[in-house]
């Protein structure tokens, strides 16, 4: 036992199946396939440029005869490592990604470890990266949908996607000879575990990085929150659970030296305030919102390009401030990093070593700042002191919050109070590490950061693109909805597929305020029927005015799930085998990994190893400083301990799975291995 330690959218044509052509140049031998392209040996440097693309056609319906339709999906293999173990009639394995919702050249660029563990001699695996339906270059024809009277969207679906990565192994891999190991980070993470579950005879095992499949209502105990507060247990299943792994993850003291990073030096028993700060930040906000003075200035503390001229430009100005956290916490990773800010849309634009707390030590939010806060925060009722009343009575203002209320208790003229000045432009200097990525802004327009906490978003990234004047075919606005929205929007209004570990925040457990859900809402339950914030992103995120997308009709919603839930098993997986997954307790989305409910007492006491079932033939890593499938991400020499160790333990277990998948591929040619005789 190991301890702890933009798019750029490419159509393809949709071919009726009577007419498409064969792509047999794709088609794998068993043994080895080599393109022509020089091969190489040094990880680090493998990009799309050095992988050869296929294209494979794939019904758009896998399930019925209703429709002949097929589409062109992209897959991309690098064969470098082949040759490297020929003896003994070596039977080399394939690494396969499971594509995400994003063109696979992302995935391909940045997955190391695939490549890292397929260059070891005893795997000399091919790698295979399989993009997702409705994804970069394998988008069906939506023209030739429209003609055969089918929604743009209608069979974009999870289970659609993995039939289609299904059929592609059984296309490269045709006898079964070679064991596929499946890969995936997020979504990409669930993806590859449901390839395992419902398709073991093609699948030998599966690496689930960051996989949220415990987010379902159904999956978890569904309540808003939980007072119990005894370490970093993010998975206790609450609807709270991403913004209170955000609020565990700022306070973690970062002891590890970074060269050019205010945190060096940093040590266990280093003060840190900022959790506190960014607190007592959003009532001032409010207070100070309520007047014309006060916006005047917020406007000018927070570096607003357009003045706020009401209450409802204050509520907007707060949602940006606080929606970045998210983003900063997910690409915590421990060196420099464009990953995130890539992903979604700020382009190539690096992120400092672990950026969410460097936004909070860079910028000084981390020191103290003359707030007192008194009172119990858990069911935020309490008090905020801000500055010294017995130095500087003028300075000096008390605010009472009573969960989503906020009043003034003393204090003379707030606008003239320079702490809250103080403490505003200081949030601002934290948040731009994510809004000024660029390092070009001089101001700052209020559009809050697209989070991918947002189950549903109808609010566009490219907001400055005007709609075209000329009338838009159907084909038009379906593109858009893909560009804008990429395939997760369709997935939820089709399959349901409700995270809601998200779906609650400023509830008592962390920085977060107003809450995002009266108090006498306790639970899930309390939510649905009482249009809350399932059935208000069901209207809002799917609508289908036109009829152009396909979605199933509104009385088809299933805010429960439970049909993802009956397909996958839910929490039920005991009776599946040979999957690891990995879970980082910087990222958010480790409150709906799997992993055992209390892992870790505290942070400083986790074993890396936990068994899911009880033969051990499922397992999770618990990564004390893993952000978002980190663990998936070249080898770098600032990784944290867990995460080394965690590449060690998928390489373990990956050598088991593909020895136990040899033993049964020789019984089933009809061979005795020496351990049976």
């Not at 392209?37 to 896998?62: A, G, W």
């Not at 209004?493 to 962390?510: F, H, K, P, Q, S």
Request: charged letters at 20%.
């Amino acid at each position: 036992m190991v301890d702890y330690c933009v798019h750029v959218i490419c159509a393809f044509s949709v071919f009726r199946r009577a007419t498409a052509k064969s792509l047999g140049n794709g088609r794998l031998n068993r043994r080895q396939y080599k393109r022509g392209f020089s091969h190489h040996t040094d990880p680090e440097k493998i990009t799309m440029q050095n992988l050869t693309c296929h294209y494979y056609n794939q019904p758009l319906d896998h399930f019925s005869p209703s429709t002949d339709l097929t589409f062109n999906q992209r897959y991309c293999i690098y064969d470098g490592y082949q040759d490297q173990n020929l003896a003994n009639n070596f039977i080399s394995p394939i690494f396969f990604y499971t594509g995400n919702e994003s063109p696979l050249d992302e995935y391909v660029n940045n997955t190391g470890l695939m490549y890292e563990l397929a260059a070891k001699p005893h795997f000399s695996a091919l790698v295979v990266f399989a993009e997702h339906r409705f994804e970069g270059e394998s988008i069906p024809d939506f023209d030739t949908l429209a003609e055969a009277n089918v929604g743009c969207f209608t069979y974009l679906t999870s289970s659609q996607t993995l039939a289609d990565f299904a059929s592609l192994i059984s296309y490269l891999n045709p006898e079964h000879e070679r064991p596929v190991i499946t890969f995936g980070g997020s979504y990409g993470g669930m993806l590859s575990s449901w390839m395992r579950m419902k398709y073991p005879g093609s699948v030998a095992g599966a690496v689930s990085a960051s996989a949220p499949i415990f987010g379902l209502p159904l999956t978890m105990n569904g309540n808003i929150t939980t007072k119990a507060k005894n370490g970093i247990v993010p998975n206790e299943g609450t609807m709270d659970g991403a913004f209170y792994t955000i609020g565990n993850a700022i306070r973690i003291p970062m002891p590890l030296p970074m060269e050019g990073s205010t945190l060096n030096g940093a040590s266990e028993n280093s003060a840190n305030h900022c959790f506190d700060n960014l607190l007592a930040t959003w009532p001032l906000m409010k207070i100070f919102g309520q007047t014309q003075e006060g916006r005047k200035i917020l406007s000018q503390e927070f570096h607003l390009c357009s003045p706020l001229e009401n209450e409802d430009d204050v509520n907007l100005l707060l949602e940006w401030a606080q929606s970045p956290w998210f983003d900063l916490a997910e690409g915590d990773y421990p060196y420099a990093s464009s990953y995130i800010p890539f992903a979604l849309g700020e382009g190539e634009h690096k992120l400092p070593a672990f950026p969410l707390n460097e936004a909070c030590h860079g910028s000084g939010l981390s020191e103290f700042l003359n707030i007192t806060i008194i009172g119990d925060t858990g069911n935020v009722l309490f008090d905020i002191l801000y500055g010294n009343k017995s130095v500087s009575a003028e300075d000096s203002l008390a605010l009472r919050v009573d969960w989503g209320q906020v009043t003034q208790l003393e204090g003379y003229d707030v606008h003239k109070s320079g702490i809250a000045k103080n403490i505003f432009s200081t949030v601002k200097e934290a948040v731009a590490m994510w809004f000024n990525v660029t390092k070009s802004l001089e101001c700052f327009d209020v559009v809050p950061a697209i989070n991918t906490d947002d189950q549903l978003t109808t609010q566009s990234p490219l907001k400055s693109v005007q709609r075209r004047e000329q009338q838009r075919t159907r084909s038009d606005v379906c593109f858009e909805k893909l560009q804008n929205e990429t395939v997760w929007t369709s997935l939820i209004c089709n399959e349901n597929m409700n995270l809601i570990m998200t779906y609650a925040r400023g509830v008592g457990r962390d920085f977060f305020w107003p809450p995002s859900h009266p108090r006498n809402v306790t639970s899930y339950k309390d939510t649905v029927g009482n249009r809350t914030i399932v059935e208000l992103n069901y209207e809002e995120g799917c609508k289908d005015e036109d009829g152009y997308y396909g979605y199933p009709e509104k009385t088809h919603s299933d805010p429960w799930s439970t049909f993802l839930d009956d397909y996958y098993g839910g929490t039920r997986i005991d009776s599946h085998s040979n999957i690891v997954f990995s879970n980082g307790l910087l990222d958010p989305w480790s409150a709906a990994g799997v992993f055992p409910k209390n892992p870790c007492q505290t942070s400083s006491n986790c074993s890396i190893v936990q068994n899911i079932t009880k033969n051990g033939e499922i397992v999770a890593l618990v990564l004390d400083l893993g952000a978002h499938h980190l663990d998936l991400m070249y080898s770098h020499k600032k990784d944290p301990p867990c995460v080394e160790a965690g590449r060690i333990i998928h390489q373990d277990y990956i050598k088991r799975w593909i020895r136990d998948w040899e033993k049964s591929a020789l019984l089933r040619a009809g061979v005795r291995t020496e351990m049976e005789k």
